[in-house]
């Protein structure tokens, strides 16, 4: 019956994390959500709106970041059964970006507007070509895993979790983090940026690239030489000079 529960429990979980990602297109794309990183709260004033809106962001960034770390794993799974540690923490990611999305205050100040449509166009295409890279990154290094699913699924089966052995298919081979690459491209690509926006994406990079340092040092240490010798080779979220030469 444990078994069966935490399965349902990893379930729901990623469930969670599908219906945020969904809301998160529409948020930063100001598409087909009633709150938007642009519109849908009545307007505070900025010395209102931009340290409740970097509040938050950090509510976010830090549990997001610190729960995705060794030693806190190792304390979290005293008390967490470590099959459900990973959709502990999508869970967790997915209802915080919910509170995010649902308090959220706009700061409607106009940065750029672009009318060319060809510009317009321009942008769109590379908003939506951000998500794609987003969902493809994290197939090519095994989504259910990284989402919690292949955890709880081994769980109810009665087998033991292995971790996903080192790859680097597709972009990776030039790019050590592309889904990041995704994210930062859909955040700014807009044809219309607020201060708002701004807000959201100059944030979201800070946090991006100090998460990301950890993330490596982590990675150096768990992988070794082979992890040193890819970081020669592949640039962090753009291709290096010499991913490109091959």
């Known amino acids: 019956m444990s078994r069966i529960l935490a399965l349902a429990y990893g379930v729901a979980s990623y469930l969670a994390f599908l219906a945020s990602l969904l809301y998160a297109v529409g948020f930063v794309g100001d598409l087909l959500v009633p709150r938007s990183v642009d519109a849908g709260r009545p307007r505070s004033p900025m ?5 409740v809106d970097l509040l938050l962001l950090g509510l976010f960034a830090v549990p997001h970041s610190v729960m ?33 999305f649902w308090q ?63 790859k680097t298919p597709g972009p990776y081979r030039y790019v050590r983090h592309p889904l990041m690459t995704g994210f930062l491209l859909a955040f700014w690509a807009t044809p219309r940026m607020t201060a708002g926006h701004l807000l959201f994406a100059g944030a979201t990079t800070v946090y991006i690239l100090i998460a990301l340092r950890f993330e490596e040092r982590y990675l150096v240490g768990f992988h070794g030489e082979r992890y040193e010798a890819y970081r020669e080779q592949a640039g962090m979220l753009l291709p290096s000079l010499k991913s490109r030469k091959q």
Do not use: C
Request: charged share 15%; hydrophobic share 50%; proline share 10%.
């Open 47 to 51: 010395g209102v709106a931009v340290p």
């Open 68 to 100: 995705a770390r060794p030693w806190f794993k190792r304390r979290w799974t005293r008390f967490v059964p470590p099959p459900v540690e990973r959709s502990t923490y999508v869970l967790t990611s997915s209802l915080l970006l919910g509170l995010l």
């Open 104 to 166: 959220w205050r706009p700061i409607p100040i106009v940065i750029w507007h672009i009318d060319n449509p060809v510009g317009r166009w321009l942008m769109g295409a590379i908003f939506w070509a951000g998500w794609a890279l987003v969902l493809v990154s994290t197939f090519l290094i095994d989504h259910f895993d990284l989402f919690g699913l292949r955890q709880v699924y081994l769980h109810a089966t009665g087998r033991p979790y292995t971790p996903i052995e080192f």
